[in-house]
């Protein structure tokens, strides 16, 4: 029996038709049948909800998205074509909640690894609410954000280089305070990520540092004072601890970011 021999330039042609092939399912199938019987089945908790999807894989919408319990609003993506030929899976993403908006880019590949990039926009910082569930306090203000390059992998990875300021920042419960602009650097380390704290001139100076490790654990060392003759704000920041002779008070607090592992 003759064995048969394919042509390399053939085999190539035939590579090309069948990349081509899936590319067209992709981008025709539609984007509420695939969330249905390939996301959810895989999302044994429930992290990702979607609602009111349009649109196909390659280029859909959701009217309303949510992860982990952070409603964050309409949700529009369209997939990246050159990391597909590397077999990864990226995504240009937009978030929409009233007037606030958030542009990223994702990747995700078999390593598990998922990148951001280039995400720039703000939020109102009540979009994290679900974040201090069980803490007697109510906050206010918009957090904006400017991400050059994020990669997080769940217990092995948490590397971040960028910015981010909560505008107004203000505490309404249980006691009204006016802290003014707040600011974070995220730096990337070799094995994590270093966050710088300021402040940028309001009623509360902020100064300190946490260090998050790629196994999650975490040192936090922050010294919080009082600008100006706000009294109920310096009596407030005496709960926390004692007074050193700047004025400042020292928070350390070291742990392990929950369900990290």
Do not use: C
């Not at 949510?66 to 993403?93: C, S």
């Not at 906050?139 to 997080?152: F, L, N, R, T, Y």
């Amino acid at each position: 029996m003759k064995k048969i021999k394919f042509n390399k330039g053939w085999t190539k042609f035939i590579i090309v038709g069948v990349v081509a092939y899936l590319i067209f399912i992709i981008a025709e199938f539609p984007a509420a049948v695939a969330y249905q019987y390939f996301v959810q089945p895989l999302d044994k908790k429930r992290a990702v909800n979607l609602q009111g999807l349009s649109g196909t894989l390659w280029s859909g919408k959701a009217a309303q998205s949510r992860v982990a319990n952070i409603t964050l609003g309409q949700l529009q993506w369209g997939i990246q074509f050159m990391p597909l030929l590397m077999g990864k899976l990226g995504l240009d993403i937009q978030l929409e909640n009233n007037r606030d908006q958030i542009n990223a880019e994702l990747t995700a590949g078999m390593s598990g690894v998922l990148e951001v990039s280039n995400l720039q926009g703000q939020v109102p910082v009540t979009t994290f609410t679900p974040l201090f569930y069980g803490l007697p306090i109510a906050v206010k203000g918009q957090v904006s954000a400017d991400i050059k390059h994020a990669e997080i992998k769940q217990g092995r990875k948490i590397i971040v280089d960028g910015k981010a300021t909560w505008h107004n920042a203000a505490l309404t419960a249980p006691t009204a305070f006016e802290f003014g602009n707040l600011f974070a650097a995220f730096r990337p380390q070799p094995d994590g990520t270093k966050i710088l704290l300021s402040d940028q001139g309001g009623p509360l100076t902020l100064e300190g540092t946490i260090q998050i490790k790629n196994s999650g654990e975490y040192k936090a060392n922050i010294y919080l004072g009082s600008r100006g003759d706000n009294a109920d704000l310096k009596n407030a920041l005496k709960m926390l601890g004692r007074t050193n002779p700047q004025g400042k008070i020292l928070i350390t607090r070291t742990g392990k970011l929950k369900n990290w592992r």
